[in-house]
Nanobody, 117 residues
Framework: QVQLVESGGGLVQAGGSLRLSCAAS????????MNWYRQTPGKQRELVAT???????NYADPVKGRFTISRDNAKNTVYLQMNSLKPEDTAVYYC???????????WGKGTLVTVSS
């Protein structure tokens, strides 16, 4: 079993930066894929960024060039550095760990990011 706790959300002005963290407890495998998703009211949860065990990253088009995902396997932590924030980035951000070999997903409870114009 894996528990995920996000932190780092808050209120920031447009153009500002925030760094989200997701600390995982339990057994995290180095082969697990770690993701950040976000969701706004009335919309589906969308994938924002992915980092694989080998460090490969992938980003949704709206955040490319502004967000950076990284992971520290020794600390069982994944980060999302968000720069040049826009009001449309306002959402609840969720950490996700996917154990590919078992097709199991774990989710955090989310952290709210609000970007004011």
């Amino acid at each position: 079993q894996v528990q995920l706790v996000e932190s780092g959300g808050g209120l920031v002005q447009a153009g500002g930066s925030l760094r989200l963290s997701c600390a995982a407890s339990g057994s995290i495998f180095s082969t697990d894929v770690m993701n950040w998703y976000r969701q706004t009211p009335g919309k589906q949860r969308e994938l924002v960024a992915t980092v694989t065990s080998g460090g490969s990253t992938n980003y949704a088009d709206p955040v490319k060039g502004r967000f950076t995902i990284s992971r520290d396997n020794a600390k069982n932590t994944v980060y999302l550095q968000m720069n040049s924030l826009k009001p449309e980035d306002t959402a609840v951000y969720y950490c996700n760990v996917r154990r590919v070999i078992l097709n199991i997903n774990w989710w955090g409870k989310g952290t709210l990011v609000t970007v004011s114009s």
